[in-house]
């Protein structure tokens, strides 16, 4: 069953790409039918193996119990300024500040040591990525930034593999059922990217470094405050020869030489407050690449190339009328564009070009009714239009939204609730809600507990495709007719926060249905068919001891196919990540190691259904402070050369080193 949905090789179909999506997105084959692969004894033993390293890890932190400090504020997980440490969803924080000390290009290098957070790409830095957040599909996880949606509205899914991290402040992840905030994408989760403002007194900052595979990296920026207006300028170049995209050892016939990457990346922003109750500001974002390429089904001489423009613009204006009313109106725009070349020209069998742009406007209000409660609500806008090589039979949609949220402190317990209306101008309405509670035990431990409700509006390509017979038998249109797909999520938490220290505990079930797959080949279209459950534990601890510095992240999870039962394609029911890094005077040095079991996956040459080997990868890093502003870095991935595989018949980088400069004030 195929699930038309690809972004930089195509989002539309031609018979070679029929038997290529299989290949690269194999979480839309997922639902298939057939005997389960794991009996429930097995797990239920590793439900009982969760519970164990559970208390492993929280039942020592007992002894650190003292005042929390909740003083970092997140807004992504009610859409309202709150205490990291009352978030009822499980939310994890990366500062900028954490993103240097990774000393990582992209953002799924980063993404990849979280609880819940798998990625995968298809032949290294800049390759097509898949996003799954607890399990869910790659089209499931709403990504956003600085609250403006970047998504494709053909093939559904945002290009995480295109957002280079030199303009990134900061970024919050929440897992869970987010619909009921959000809107479309979000049953597994939303990721919210914040580009970097301008703070303190006017300053540079400059950066650069080389290693392996021709790897170049450079970025520069200017930033700061001047009286009422702050401002912040970034520009960033990354490079690089990569590896081979499909590994010639399992495919000869493909094209044997390096793939490389070239991106280039800008942002900007300026704020002014007109007094200390009103504000405006405007932001800008643009990543402009070329990826080279390989298609398993190409010659040795076939050179396929992609290029892909992410842009995002943002009025926002801000006003405080009164004591208890915040309003926030923000204008603006999101493209999604790739084009697809196949020797120099226009790859019109893969689709050459295919732009989203999406026009949202979102008026949102918070009323401040007491010290520890708050309500919000809202209008939201959003008209998206597709420009393609592809006639689509319509090429535009609009949604519009109303939306509302409370959060109430009350001693100790807290509560949370979230509606959200959407109407869609092709395929209708969809009703969504969220409720969260929490009781705090004591000053450290707290459980939590919520339920909810979540949806993925069918893509273009799903609904109107226009039909298209590529011959030989094989043919394919959309159907109008098609429903969103549709879940609810449950969940039960334990979470500790005292001083320096902080853990999650959490256990989730969500179950999907109405899933959209492919109906069968060679004439096929999309219907609603198949049906997913996915249940399983999170883990995530963070600490700091003296000079030392822990994080570690361990997910437990039952990815599967309701009806036959079948592990998800290219999910793993197990991965976990640890990492230590220790500051020894002017020096830090830290190491980390990354775990994935087993997953299922499609092989790249038969297509039949194959298991790719767990990997374990060691990664390296150092740096020192020559003085407060400038700094050496060095970085060695996968430290034992490890050959191992994110995708069937794809190439992974195998020892890399990278060397930097750093100048920051």
Not at 11 to 36: C, D, H, K, M, Y
Not at 63 to 83: D, K, N
Not at 241 to 260: C, Y
Not at 437 to 453: C, K, V
Request: overall charge neutral; charged content about 20%; cysteine-free.
């Amino acid at each position: 069953m195929l699930r038309v949905a690809h972004r930089h090789k195509s989002n539309g179909i031609a018979v070679p790409l029929l038997l290529f999506l299989p290949v690269v997105f194999p979480e839309l084959l997922t639902f298939q039918r057939g005997r389960s692969e794991l009996t429930r004894e097995i797990i239920m033993k590793q439900k009982l193996i969760a519970i164990a390293l559970s208390g492993a890890m929280v039942f020592p932190l007992a002894a650190y119990a003292e005042t929390p400090s909740l003083g970092e504020i997140v807004v992504t997980a009610s859409r309202m300024p709150q205490p990291l440490g009352q978030s009822l969803a499980h939310t994890t924080v990366i500062d900028r500040q954490e993103i240097q000390a990774s000393q990582a290009a992209d953002l799924p290098t980063l993404l990849r040591q979280l609880a819940g957070v798998e990625i995968y790409q298809s032949g290294g830095v800049g390759k097509q990525s898949s996003l799954f957040v607890r399990g869910t599909n790659s089209s499931h996880a709403l990504v956003l930034l600085d609250g403006v949606r970047i998504g494709s509205a053909t093939s559904g899914m945002t290009a995480i593999d295109q957002l280079m991290l030199d303009q990134v402040e900061r970024i919050e992840v929440v897992r869970g059922n987010v619909s009921s905030l959000y809107g479309s994408e979000g049953i597994g989760g939303v990721i919210q990217i914040f580009t970097r403002r301008g703070k303190g007194a006017p300053a540079f900052n400059v950066s650069a470094g080389m290693g392996t595979h021709n790897t170049q990296r450079a970025a520069a920026g200017f930033g700061g405050e001047a009286g009422s207006t702050s401002f912040d300028v970034q520009l960033s170049r990354f490079k690089s020869d990569g590896v081979s995209s499909i590994k010639t050892s399992l495919v000869p016939a493909v094209n044997p030489d390096e793939d490389g990457y070239d991106n280039t990346s800008f942002s900007a922003s300026v704020r002014h407050k007109f007094s200390g109750a009103h504000s405006m500001s405007l932001s800008l974002f643009e990543s402009r690449a070329d990826s080279q390429t390989d298609n398993p089904f190409g010659l040795q001489t076939d050179a396929n190339e992609s290029r892909a423009n992410i842009r995002k613009v943002a009025l926002t204006s801000d006003n405080r009328f009164g004591e208890i009313w915040q309003s926030r109106l923000q204008l603006a725009q999101g493209v999604d564009e790739t084009q697809n070349f196949l020797n120099g020209v226009p790859d019109i069998w893969s689709g050459a070009q295919f732009k989203t742009t999406g026009d949202q406007v979102v008026w949102q209000n918070t009323l401040q009714l007491g010290e520890h409660n708050m309500l919000n609500a809202g209008i939201e806008h959003l008209e998206q239009r597709v420009s393609s090589s592809t006639a689509f039979t319509h090429a535009r949609r609009s949604d519009d939204s109303l939306f509302a949220g409370y959060t109430g402190v009350y001693g100790a317990q807290q509560v949370q609730l979230n509606l959200r209306h959407d109407r869609y101008s092709d395929f209708g309405n969809a009703d969504t809600a969220l409720l969260g509670y929490g009781f705090n035990l004591n000053n450290a431990w707290r459980i939590t507990a919520s339920t909810g409700t979540a949806f993925k509006a069918p893509t273009l390509n799903d609904l109107f495709y226009p039909f298209t017979d590529y011959g030989w038998g094989f043919s394919y249109a959309g159907n109008p007719n098609l429903k969103p797909e549709r879940s609810r999520n449950n969940e039960l938490g334990l979470h500790y926060a005292a001083g320096s220290q902080r853990a999650d505990i959490v256990y989730f079930d969500n179950r999907i249905r109405d899933l959209i797959v492919n109906n069968n080949l060679p004439s096929s279209t999309m219907i609603n068919l198949s049906e997913a459950r996915i249940d399983g534990f999170e883990m995530a601890y963070t600490g700091r001891y003296g000079d030392t510095s822990v994080k570690a992240a361990l997910t437990l999870q039952d990815p599967r196919d309701s009806q036959s039962g079948q592990t998800l394609l290219r999910r793993a029911r197990s991965f976990a990540h640890l990492g230590i890094t220790r500051q020894y005077g002017a020096w830090q040095a830290g190491g980390e190691w990354q775990h994935s079991g087993k997953r299922a996956d499609i092989d790249i040459n038969t297509f039949a259904r194959t298991t790719l080997a767990s990997y374990n990868l060691v990664n390296l890093s150092a740096a020192y402070a020559l003085n407060k502003q400038l700094q050496l870095s060095l970085r060695v991935d996968n430290l034992f050369d490890r050959d191992y595989m994110l995708a069937h018949g794809y190439d992974t980088a195998g020892r890399t080193l990278f060397a930097g400069l750093s100048y920051r004030p």
